[in-house]
């Protein structure tokens, strides 16, 4: 195993959209386990996509299973996934190991359920809530050459919402 | 050997400032660091941190024509400027309620006893001139996260000011 240099912003690779996986073999099987430790050697990140660490395919690790109170599906290892039913907005406030000393506030869906495969190509569909949903969304933009940057709303925006939610 | 300066430059708000004092340091050799531009009850204001090998009086002699044409008040200070060191917040305060004297220096006063940080901070007055309403919200770091504030904030509550803290969770991803 090894833990596997993370790209950073302006990398051109974070821009690209990465491409399905097709082969479920060694190979991936390889990957995987760089992969799973490389986000579990950076601390406090609950989730990493394989174009961070320059691999151009449809993969994605979320755990928010350590933090406190969050519902959450345990390790989530995402495999091309689909979000195929959304529902919500809330604003959170999201940061990237490609994107150091810097943050900032996002809308995202409350919920989502999405279909993925494993690791063995069997298919799997989960239904997320709140953080691990953002953290969900988060990776998955990285999937499609997005960064948090490219979604960032004023921090008055989430003054205002909150404001008139209530 | 280059230096940092700070400029805060505020006038009357009219289109096209931003765009105009941005070309004379571009085209002066400056390099633009952190900004914030405002209007504050209608007013232009601008903070910009821009990095130059002039002296601050040639820095205001190449934005002398700006400033003339759109009647800037002008400050150029000499600072450290520290980029790649944010910190992160970790609670939001907001307050919001009928404008009276006060409000800031109380809620602040609190904050600062109980060891919050201020990182951001903005305010706002809107409503209608016979019912102002006061609009504040305040990003910081404090130890111990939201409910650090418990406290402060029920004794500003007993004193007529509703300020409700919340956590801000940055995700990591």
Known sequence: MAILPVLVYPDERLKRVAEPVTAFDARLHKFLSDFNETQRAAPGCVGLA????G???????????????????????????????????????????????????????????????????APRE????????????????????????????????????????? | MKHWYMLTLVGQDRPGIVAALADALFRAGANLGEASMV????????????????????????????????????????????????????????????DRPGIVAQVTAALAAAGFNILDLDSDVGGSSEHPIYVMAIDGHVAGGASALDKPLAALHANGIDA????????VG
């Open chain 1, 50 to 53: 394989a174009p961070q660490v």
């Open chain 1, 55 to 121: 691999c151009p395919q449809r993969i994605a690790l979320v755990d928010v299973s350590a933090r406190p109170n969050t519902p959450n599906n345990g390790r989530l290892l995402l495999i091309n996934p689909e979000i195929i039913e959304r529902g919500g907005e809330t604003i959170g406030r999201e940061g990237c190991l490609s994107v150091p000393d810097y943050t900032g506030n996002v809308a995202r869906a409350e919920w989502i359920r999405l279909r993925s495969r494993d690791e063995h190509g």
């Open chain 1, 126 to 166: 989960y239904r997320c809530q709140g953080y691990e949903a953002r953290a969900v969304l988060h990776e998955l933009d990285h999937l499609d050459g997005l960064l948090f940057l490219d979604r960032l709303v004023s921090r008055r925006d989430l003054f205002r919402r909150r404001v008139y939610q209530k």
């Open chain 2, 39 to 98: 209007r504050l009850g209608g007013n232009f204001t601008i903070m910009m941190m821009a990095e130059t090998e002039m002296s601050d009086a040639s820095l205001r002699h190449a934005l002398e024509p700006e400033i003339r044409q759109f009647g800037l008040h002008t400050h150029i200070d000499a600072i450290e400027g520290k980029l790649h060191q944010h910190l992160t917040p970790n609670v939001q305060v907001t307050v919001h309620g009928a």
């Open chain 2, 164 to 171: 409700k803290a919340v956590s801000i969770d940055t995700l």
